[in-house]
């Protein structure tokens, strides 16, 4: 089975400070790895994806995040916040040989000015 | 359609009741996934389709529990003899791919959220 551990579920920081959202998985397999934002009031939404080939990934809003296979690992990080990144982060990740997405419990990012 | 729809967007019931709730995918996407959020929680699956096709109904809860494709198409989650227990937002979801290939981006609808009193 597959699990997904965000260990943070709340992360209060400053407005221009740096961020890291922890994420990891168990998996025995190959998977692939994802991050959603759902601002407040809303659906989820892609932030960014690894499919494969380089372990940093872009994704939007200026959000990265890296792959560390030996450590099963999906850290996203921005180097400075903004009051619009207020939101649930969920990392997730879905094996390679299958269609399921299994999300983690997510983590509330909060944005202080 | 242009994005994942789902109706009702709120449904507010009395415990005993049958509820149903749409989704009606994006346009050609193949797959599509029902989850379910509970407050402050991680979307937890509970079935999913390829087409008509129902592929793995593992992540729901009981036999009160059920959905459809018929078409391949729309789907309904139905939820006989409704508990309060029940109360969650209910997520749809959609993708273009039908297995996996490393694009299985999933398109999320607004949610519907459930209340059962």
């Known amino acids: 089975a597959q699990s997904v551990t965000q260990l943070d579920s709340q992360v209060p920081v400053f407005e221009e400070a740096p961020v890291e959202l922890r994420c990891n998985y168990s998996?025995?397999?190959?998977?692939?790895l994802f991050w959603y934002v759902q601002y407040p009031n809303q659906g989820l939404q892609l932030l960014l994806k690894y499919l494969s080939g380089s372990t940093l990934v872009k994704g939007i809003n200026g959000f990265e995040a890296e792959f560390n296979k030996s450590q099963t690992s999906f850290h996203l990080r921005k180097p400075s916040v903004h009051i619009s990144d207020t939101a649930e982060y969920f990392c997730?990740?879905?094996?390679?040989?299958?269609?399921?997405?299994?999300f983690g419990p997510g983590t509330s990012l909060s944005v202080i000015p | 359609g242009a994005g994942v729809s789902q109706s009702p967007r709120y449904k507010v019931t009395k415990r005993g009741q049958d509820v149903a709730l749409r989704c009606d995918p994006i346009?050609?996407?193949?797959?599509l996934y029902w989850y379910r959020q509970a407050l402050g929680q991680g979307p937890e699956f509970l079935t999913y389709?390829?087409?008509?096709?129902?592929?793995?109904k593992s992540g729901l809860p009981n036999d009160r529990f059920s959905a459809e494709r018929p078409e391949g198409s729309i789907s309904t989650l139905t939820i006989q003899r409704t508990e309060q227990r029940d109360s969650a937002m209910y997520r749809c979801?959609?993708?273009?791919?039908?297995?996996?290939?490393?694009?299985?981006?999933?398109?999320f609808g607004a949610g519907s959220r459930l209340t059962v009193l």
């Open positions: 979801a959609s993708s273009l791919q039908s297995r996996s290939s490393g694009a299985n981006v999933l398109t």
């Open positions: 997730a990740v879905l094996k390679t040989s299958y269609d399921k997405v299994i």
């Open positions: 389709f390829n087409y008509e096709a129902q592929q793995d």
């Open positions: 998996s025995s397999v190959s998977v692939y």
């Open positions: 346009s050609g996407h193949v797959s």
